[in-house]
């Protein structure tokens, strides 16, 4: 089966072999090293200055953005949650889960985030912004210029899901202004799932995390923040998971970042000029390079399943109302051209036999 999913995602031999390793022991001074140096790696890919803070937990992404809700929001606050498809939404959830006062502003599908969208909520009224920076389920890639802009201007904490975006789109963390980033493992670090990074500013750490009533023992940052001191986590860590991280951030320096964004970015305009040519849809709105959203109403959900299972190619299938009308082809992890041709081609047949 071939995965043209956005995660997991075609995993890189170099990964596969570490994760097919006896594990080492955690609680020692080489792995603390380990741990130390994809601290020094993960902040260089992401532009984050020494002071702010790395937390390493180990849960799906999902897990990530409840942590970064109720470690630095609570009763007195009120969030305004971008919702514009289904992790926008899941934000929402977590938000109501927890008692935290919370607007949204909704997309209908196709809609893009505007200034105007923006400007109509007033943000003297927010304490804080959460944003899925690429709204997965849709493709959308919103303008973080635009919400950074819009924080600042108010004075608002900005939490941003990057889980679809990081090494995909351009992200800098700092010039950004971003308070809470969340990276996972299984999307462009093409690892296994179970592993989420985040990386923590200095503001929001001294002005809330520090001051905040514990809510969750193994979600809370001052104990996972306290550990990383030493290059450990407060419970056992997914370890296999952070060495094949290691190894991957290592690669990812030698590349660089804004190489491995490029070689992502081209693959994914080329495989949109291919499929305009052969007369394909696509949405729209701005998309970010992680994954092409096609439009294929009514016979998204059809296209998908004839994919898998006379060819052997994996797409990701869309949920609920989208379930019809698109489906989503990643861009992320050890996938090449050629792999694409297969797919197009693929996708004309089954087209032409509907
Ligand atoms: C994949 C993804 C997540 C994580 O979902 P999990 O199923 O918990 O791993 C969160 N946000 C976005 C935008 C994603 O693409």
Not at 1 to 28: C, D, N, W
Not at 257 to 285: C, G
């Amino acid at each position: 089966m071939k995965l043209f999913t956005v995660g997991p995602v075609e995993m890189f031999p170099q990964t596969l072999h570490i994760a097919s390793e006896q594990l080492p022991y955690f609680r020692t001074p080489e792995f603390s090293e380990l741990m130390f140096e994809n601290e020094r790696l993960f902040k260089a890919s992401i532009r984050a200055a020494k002071n702010s803070k790395t937390v390493f937990l180990t849960t799906s992404g999902t897990g990530a953005m409840e942590a970064a809700v109720i470690n630095c929001f609570g009763d007195e606050d009120k969030l305004l949650v971008i919702n514009g498809g289904g992790f926008g939404k899941r934000f929402a959830e977590i938000c109501q889960i927890h008692g935290i006062s919370y607007d949204e502003l909704k997309l209908d599908f196709g809609e893009v985030l505007t200034e105007e969208r923006l400007n109509g909520f007033d943000g003297s009224k927010y304490t804080g912004l959460l944003v899925n920076l690429h709204e997965t389920s849709t493709g959308q890639l919103y303008d973080i210029n635009l919400i950074s802009a819009y924080c600042r201007k108010y004075g608002l904490y900005l939490v941003v899901d990057a889980i679809s975006t990081y090494l995909a789109d351009k992200i800098e963390f700092d010039a950004m202004e971003i308070d809470v980033l969340i990276v996972s493992s299984q999307k462009a670090l093409a690892l296994s799932p179970g592993l989420s990074v985040m990386e923590i500013s200095e503001r929001i750490y001294r002005n809330r995390v520090l001051k905040m009533p514990i809510r969750s023992m193994y979600l809370d940052f001052k104990s996972h923040i306290k550990n990383m001191e030493r290059g450990q986590t407060p419970f056992t860590p997914a370890v296999g998971i952070l060495l094949e991280l290691n190894e991957r951030l290592k690669q990812i320096e030698t590349t660089g970042v804004d190489e491995i964004q490029t070689e992502i970015h081209v693959l994914a305009e080329r495989f949109r000029r291919e499929l305009k040519t052969r007369e394909f849809r696509i949405p729209e709105y701005p998309l970010s390079n992680a994954l092409t959203p096609v439009l294929l109403e009514p016979n998204a959900r059809e296209i998908y399943e004839q994919l898998k299972s006379k060819y052997g190619i994996m797409v990701t299938p869309s949920g609920g109302a989208l379930e019809k009308v698109l489906i989503r082809v990643g861009h992320l992890g050890n996938v090449k051209w050629d792999d694409y041709e297969v797919l197009l081609n693929a996708m004309e047949q089954i087209r032409e036999n509907l």
